[in-house]
């Protein structure tokens, strides 16, 4: 086996379709026997909509209503992705973006396995070993990689030995869904005792999240009587009569695996960190870390790039993740830290009235601003390390497809045709595609642009190494350019 993924959440389904879109054999290990029914996490950010389209699956979603403002730590905030095809946030219950996920890769051929649980994983220089429990029988597994999107208490994360730094929880939320009770809708309203939200769905569930100022986080999961006693305790209101269909509660727990990488062994999703899942940014963020590492160990695994570019996915996701951790932080002082943070509300409220700021801000917490590092790069382009900007035509950047390169040029001059020919060894992996019927994709002064299949910009015309490099780079040796074109990657 190429792959073995553990986890079979939104973000485990994510990389084996990533997977099975780069031709890597690969199969996922559930411990669970049957799919969740609860909606633990259930906004999509317009990054993650961006994704989505551009590998065919937002048809599926059923393009669900669009919110244009989310919070910062409760304080109103543009949703952000303006100006991409699919801007704001979209409310998908989890289930049905699971079950959105499943048929797309089982249909790509990854085999989804439930009732298998990982107890252990071990590895040497040419595999890993994994010991599986189903049905109370044990049994090895082997494969080339193993993925670890299995959760806060990952298996595959204390098995490779991975430190996991971070501070411990200082505060609860206790949530629960509900039928039948008679609430008004909160958005994050802070209260004398702590702080309450809730809100009720065209199916008529009513979700309710409270926070009590002070209260230390409990040791097991609540119970329905809890989390009414707690509600009414911060809101006066009685949902105690309510049918309870589910409930949880998380912490404020904070902190990031040490590496996303160790040798054949990998982490994604809540396996690599764990936070507050303020504005959805848990379950978005470990699609992104699906998306930016589908295609580089698939490529990998058919032996076209060697492991530097594995390396670039702890490089790339890992800060991504210290940049959620960061704003998270900030976001739980500002919406659970009481009255003793209200200076702070204060200023970051007069500076979300400055559009800059605001926009700024919107896109680092949707991932819309995402931008990967770029050594010995000029830090002025206006592309490199980000993701493209969409196409401006209607749903556009469904022409980027999610298992290939593309190189767009920008006019017919002698950069586009050198550039044409300096591409053609890399025809099987990478797509050329003439820029003006794309009109305003490339911001000037960037005249050509070379995009890795999770959409981010590798190389531009503007970069000090040439096209050449970045093609070998990011997408593996040359191969045969077709006869008539010769690899100009000296030259370029």
């Not at 995402?370 to 022409?399: I, S, V």
């Not at 992996?429 to 890795?452: F, H, M, Q, W, Y």
Request: aromatic share 6%; net charge negative; hydrophobic share 40%.
């Amino acid at each position: 086996m190429d792959v073995v993924v553990v986890g079979a959440g939104p973000v485990g389904l994510m990389l084996a379709g990533e997977l099975r879109l780069g031709g890597a054999d690969v199969v996922v290990l559930e411990r669970l026997t049957a799919p969740i029914e609860e909606s633990r996490a259930s906004q999509l950010g317009p990054r993650t909509a961006e994704l989505f389209l551009q590998r065919g699956l937002w048809e599926a979603l059923g393009d669900p209503p669009q919110e244009n403002t989310g919070h910062f730590g409760g304080i109103p905030l543009a949703a952000g992705g303006a100006d991409g095809p699919v801007p704001g946030n979209r409310k998908v219950p989890q289930p049905r973006t699971e079950r959105i996920l499943h048929d797309w890769a089982t249909g790509l051929g990854a085999k989804v396995l439930r009732d298998h649980e990982v107890v252990s994983v071990e590895q040497t220089a040419d595999e890993a070993v994994l010991t599986v429990r189903t049905r109370g029988v044990t049994a090895s597994w082997r494969a080339r990689h193993v993925v670890g999107c299995d959760g806060a208490e990952s298996v595959v994360r204390r098995d490779a030995g991975i430190p996991f730094d971070g501070t411990p929880a200082e505060r609860e939320v206790l949530r629960a869904d509900l039928k039948g009770a008679r609430v008004s809708n909160r958005r994050f309203e802070r209260l004398p005792r702590g702080v309450a939200v809730s809100s009720t769905s065209p199916e008529g569930v009513t979700r309710v999240m409270v926070h009590e100022y002070d209260r230390a986080p409990g040791t097991a999961p609540p119970s329905f009587a809890e989390v009414a006693a707690a509600w009414e305790r911060v809101t006066g209101e009685d949902v105690s009569g309510a049918t309870a269909l589910w409930t949880d509660s998380f912490d404020d727990a904070q902190g990031q695996a040490a590496v996303y990488r160790r040798g054949r062994l990998f982490l994604a999703g809540d396996a690599a960190r764990v936070h507050v899942p303020a504005g959805g940014q848990s379950l978005n963020t470990g699609l992104h870390d699906a998306v930016n590492l589908g295609w580089k160990l698939a490529a990998r695994v058919h032996g076209r790039v060697g492991d530097d570019l594995l390396d670039t996915y702890d490089a790339e996701r890992r800060r991504a993740g210290q940049r959620v951790l960061a704003n998270v932080a900030v976001q739980n002082l500002l919406l659970f830290g009481g009255s003793r943070y209200d200076r702070m509300r204060d200023l970051f409220g007069n500076l979300l009235e400055t559009p800059v700021f605001a926009e700024s801000l919107a896109d680092m917490v949707n991932g819309v601003g995402e931008r990967y590092p770029a050594p010995h790069e000029k830090p002025d382009d206006p592309l490199l390390g980000r993701r493209l900007p969409p196409c401006p035509k209607p749903r556009g950047t469904a022409f980027l497809p999610p298992d290939r390169g593309v190189l767009l040029l920008d006019s017919d001059g002698p950069l586009a045709r050198a550039s044409r020919e300096g591409a053609a060894p890399w025809v099987d992996r990478v797509d050329v595609i003439d820029e003006r019927d794309l009109v305003g994709l490339l911001p000037s002064p960037v005249r050509a642009a070379l995009v890795r299949p999770d959409g981010h910009v590798a190389w531009t015309d503007r970069c000090d190494r040439s096209l050449g490099d970045a093609l070998h780079r990011w997408f593996g040796p040359p191969g045969h350019a077709p006869e008539g074109l010769s690899d100009v990657r000296e030259g370029m």
